[in-house]
């Protein structure tokens, strides 16, 4: 998980489930290592919590989802430490911000829901182009993706955008202090002994990516830490297939009036993520299988009808539980972002619930669906 352990690891990460034979039900079910999330659980946390907080006591918990979009910089270089991660983080607060500002820039339009289909597109061959020149952990425009196309289906006036621009600042640069923590307390220990680990560090680090991709989960298709460098063919490959993905899937949704089309241009770039068809497929199921669990939890949740101070707690409580589990198995992961995702649209947008579960669904079967196709068009040939 993070380049600064406190003592190297000793113990064995998980393998997958029988036996690593590659079936791809022993992938679906195979869960990787806990390999130190419980830190990046707690910076995730933390970077969420202080800016809810901060929101409910203004009285402006409607703007919990730019505050929410902001603190995603938070989920970045989770493998990385010191100033690697900080520049990571840094990069990714910027471009967060930017997508939440676009985004609510196109929410002022009336032709928002077209509008936001090309626009989304290219923010994800960007993100796409990006992750693969400086490794980015996890991989890929998903968060990019979401950001812009969530505040973009939001529907809002100019006087929002400097509104949107400030609180998802604010929570990203809160996120990239706290992600810094740890190695600021480290640095005044004199943490040598940290240093001295590091080899061992790397090598449980690769192994957990292994895992970690065996199960499909955020991280399939990239190591954690690795630096590899990718062939421009793939590079430029890998940004068409994103864009295809993305505008087939959102053209398809917002032309049929299914409500919330960036949940199919999102679900569209998950398995696009990883880079062969295999897990591909790992990652496409997984999306399905734990936004289906995820759904049972949304309803009984937005049944509870919850506000001011237990909405925050729940939003805290299901952030911390999805990056606990989003590196050992992406579906456990996905039965808490699910009802996540769900209660932070609801807050900003709200809309009965049972509408808003069954787009989610459909959405998402129709975006995986996509994306999986686009991946197999698309792949590299031999």
């Known amino acids: 998980m ?55 006591a203004a009285g402006r918990l409607e703007w919990a989802l730019y505050a929410t979009f902001g603190a995603f910089a938070a989920l970045y270089a989770r493998d990385r430490g010191g100033a ?25 339009s009336p032709q928002r829901a077209w509008l936001a289909v090309p626009l989304a ?25 979401f950001a812009f196309g969530a505040t973009a289906s939001v529907p809002s006036t100019a006087g929002d955008v400097p509104v949107a621009l400030g609180v998802a600042a604010a929570s990203a640069a809160l996120a990239v202090v706290v992600g810094g923590l740890g190695a600021t307390v480290r640095a005044r220990r004199g943490g040598s002994a940290a240093a001295g680990g590091s080899g061992a560090a790397a090598g449980a680090r690769a192994a957990a990516g292994a895992a970690a991709g065996a199960a499909g989960g955020a991280t399939a298709g990239a190591t954690p830490g690795a630096t590899t460098r990718v062939a421009p063919t793939d590079v430029r490959r890998h940004a068409l297939r994103a864009a295809l993905g993305v505008a087939l899937a959102g053209a398809v949704a917002t032309a049929t009036g299914i409500g919330h089309p960036y949940w199919a241009m999102v679900s569209a770039v998950v398995p696009l993520a990883a880079r062969d068809p295999r897990a591909q497929a790992v990652r496409g199921l997984h999306r399905l299988l734990g936004t289906g669990v995820g759904l049972l939890v949304a309803a ?45 649209v609801h807050l900003a947008s709200p809309v009965p619930v049972g509408t808003l579960l069954l787009d989610r669904a459909v959405e998402t079967l129709l975006g995986v669906a996509v994306g999986l196709a686009v991946g197999r068009a698309l792949r590299r040939r031999p």
């Open 84 to 108: 690697e991660r900080r520049r990571m983080q840094l990069t990714l607060a910027t471009l967060l911000v930017l997508a939440v500002g676009l985004g609510t820039v196109v929410a002022t």
């Open 300 to 344: 009984a949740l937005l049944g509870l009808d919850l506000t001011g101070l237990g909405l925050v707690l729940v939003v805290v409580a299901l952030q911390v539980t999805a990056e606990l589990l989003v590196g050992r198995n992406y579906a456990l992961a996905l039965v808490a972002i699910t009802p996540l995702a769900l209660l932070m």
């Open 2 to 56: 993070t380049t600064e352990p406190s003592r190297p690891p000793t113990t064995t990460p998980s393998r997958p489930r029988g036996g690593g034979g590659g079936r791809l039900r022993d992938q679906l079910l195979a869960l990787g290592p806990h390999d130190g999330a419980h830190r990046v659980a707690a910076r995730a946390g933390v970077s969420i919590l202080v800016p809810l907080l901060v929101l409910l």
């Open 121 to 145: 597109a290219g923010v994800a061959a960007l993100g796409s182009t990006l992750s693969d020149r400086h490794a980015w952990h996890p991989p890929g425009a998903l968060f990019l993706v």
